[in-house]
């Protein structure tokens, strides 16, 4: 699995943003996607999870109920719709692929396939 992550930049705090991840090479219905970030001198952080072929979502406390994962089947695509951004949200984002869903997604040590990162720098 290949995977191509896009749609970071600068916004303003308080403004959204919305990150893309194209998925190529291959997916099945038990694949987990997830999204992480990691911001400078600190370690790499779960965002959000889906199960491709539905029925799994998870967020991370911080960003519950600002951002939002989805996905779009004809374009093998994984979105990350992120609202109401702060400063502490300013990091490189990186989407991750497993082969099955698993209950440990918050372990960036679980997924084998990763994009490469975007920025996103939220300023006051």
């Known amino acids: 699995v290949q995977l191509q992550a896009s749609g970071g930049g600068l916004v303003q705090a308080g403004g959204s943003l919305t990150l893309s991840c194209a998925a190529s090479?291959?997916?099945?219905?038990?694949?987990?996607l997830a999204w992480f970030r990691q911001a400078p001198g600190k370690e790499r952080e779960f965002v959000a999870a889906?199960?491709?072929?539905?029925?799994?979502?998870a967020y991370a406390d911080s960003v519950k109920g600002r951002f939002t994962i989805s996905r779009d089947y004809a374009k093998n695509t994984v979105y990350l719709r992120m609202d109401s951004l702060n400063l502490e949200d300013t990091s490189v984002y990186y989407c991750?692929?497993?082969?099955?869903?698993?209950?440990?997604?918050?372990?960036?040590?679980?997924?084998?396939?990763w994009g490469q990162g975007t920025q996103v720098t939220v300023s006051s």
């Open positions: 991750a692929a497993r082969i099955r869903w698993t209950t440990n997604y918050r372990s960036p040590n679980e997924y084998a396939y």
């Open positions: 090479g291959g997916t099945s219905s038990d694949y987990a």
């Open positions: 889906l199960r491709w072929g539905g029925g799994r979502y």
